[in-house]
């Protein structure tokens, strides 16, 4: 589905991509046959490119070593095929500099890439975490899936950032997966398989918004690569956030200070280290860096803010309850002369209103906006203030908001049913405006505690999580087809790999079936998707219950899959075949108003010598599959001799 | 003339909104007297229809809903009418409610014009 959504966009010929050398370097090293000789070749035709590979190179490697001086030193240090992926992000980004959606800042977006890649190269080389130039590449390139949806969709991408700038509550990858069925990460990750990045690239991309641990043995690259991003990503927006910004990422910019290990003093010093580089590779690639954080801002809040200091709210990592800050507020009141004035003060005040005109639409703000504080009249038509209050106190996400609320003198004698209602304060109209606005100062004091709580609880849970089962989430994830359950193509053909490598030095027989439903674009089609998917389960079920102990089925591709038969040689992988066809045609699926069964056609092929690689297997098996769909569909076809597969001669 | 209008509206309330504006809410006034003026002819048409059915819930909703968004511009006659208004349609003392109702359209009449005056 992905895949689909992406090479349309890549269709539409507009994705960034690399031009001049770096296009060159992409042809060269997606041939396979190279070295480091072609390399520097190609490369040192850009002295300006040259010397940035070399000056990574140096930045990244232990200190005592002789300095890299020359292209070669370098790519036998960091590796050639590290080389060209620097090579390749140098030319991105210097060849991706404007563009015609409007809203998207171009400069911004590539001074915070460099940011992050200069974090992420840090951090790597802090924690000993993977290799530093790697790192640095990877993450300079980690958002330019942003890039690609604004250059694919100027004016469409421009709405959706304009929508995202006005109500910063909105989410950008769930904006992105509505407008283009497809977000921005996944394009990242698609990219880079475009370019011929390594694997671990893309995967650390796609796996960065998961919870993810260090493990000893499984994925180690992947997931040594995500938890750099993770900290690079906040590192990187911190160098370019503003200093209301900087204070909101104080938090999460402590905990990268406790994974990183590092006290106070070092990790200011760390900070400034990844500034002064970031700063120096923006002179070098001519990117802005000194419009936005200024290195003193740094330092103060990795030293801990000021005492005096009127705008600091949160104290290393902790909130102080009686600091302002500006909230986020929902009036509610059905006469909307009340609700215009209330707002204008909270407005004016200093905070983010949100409005609403009666109790249900209130609940369903409540719940989509999370204010922190809710404002409402009592009286009000359908469900009235009260109620609200009492459904809020009913749902989890309302249980936590203050609720303030407003009384007219006649109610006043029932507060005492209001307060058991669940508000918190209540204020009688009509209120001088200096007594609401202290009220609701007096309401942030909880509100601050309240978070402060949370945030507690956020890091106990994190810290106590076991690490064994984020890791097993994260392989099951990476090699699990999310709709039917069944490994996916990836894990087949690792699977598949394996199986080829012993029957190369086994010879016990290997076998495998490639199968596909018949007519399953009529089924979408004429039912729809929902059906179609309904379908792809109730199949994917069936082979599981038929098949063997030690075979192995997955969803390779939309309707297609396969089986790995090990140890099992022609006439074995038919019988098997045959009994999947038998269950699946004698199988009724109900879904919808879908009732009927389904047929596939099968191939089967089993290794034989002058077979080339696995892939030949499976070659041999799709030609079987083409056989039974030509004769007919629903049955099984062994796919020739290989002699007899040989073209005709003309 | 001045003298009548200080009884129709409350100057320190119609100060106070215009503080507003001097602190950072450039144009509020104007707007929520327009909204004002916009809103209360249906709703006064609501108050209406209701009394001249008996439906004294209805009567208490409308009139409580203008006792606020009149109190918000300091239209204290107004404020004060429909606050008897709602707690006679409390009470059920339907009566007394019609002679109450033919006041307000010209006390509107009034406010609305002072209201254009202290602009």
Redesign the interface.
Known sequence: MIRKQFDELKNSGRLPSPSGIGLKIMRMTQTDSWDITDLVGVVSADPALTSRIIKLANSAQEAGLAAIATLQDAAVRVGARNVSNQALSFSLVSGNRSGRCAEFDYDRFWSLSLATGVAAGQISKQAGLGAPTEAFTCALLSKVGQLGLASVHPSAYSELLAAVHEDSSLEIASLENERFAINSREVTAALMEDWGMPEYFYEAVSYQKRSVAGDETTNKKTIELVLTLRMAATLGEFCLADERGQVELWPAMARVRDDLGLDTDEFQEFCESVAAEWQEWGANLSLSTSDCAELKDIERLAGGFEPHDAESIIVDGEIDPDKFRSLRILAV??????L??LA??L??AGHEVLMARDGEEALAMTLEHNPHIVIS?W?M?KMDGLELCKALRRAQAGRSVYFLLLT?R?EEDRVVEAFEGGIDDYVA??FN?KILLARVRAGLRLVNLREQVDLEQITQREKTAELGVLTRQLREAAFTDPLTNLPNRRFCMECLETEWECWIKSKQELSIITLDIDFFKSVNDNHGHDVGDAVLCATSDVMKKVLRDGDMVARIGGEEFLVICPETGTEGALICAERIRVAIEENVIESGGFKSNVTISSGVSTASEGMEDAYALIKASDDALYLAKGDGRNCVRVAPPRDLQLPRSA | MSDTNDNILDMEVIGALRALEEDGAPGLYDEIVELFLMDTPTRLQDLATASAEGDMKGVEAAAHSLKGSCGNLGATTLVDLFRRIEQLSREELVDEIPNLVGQIGPEFDRVQAALKEAK
């Open positions: 009141d059905d006469e909307p002369v009340s215009r004035v204008g003060q407005k004016i009249d009286m038509p007219g006649d109209k009509p405006s």
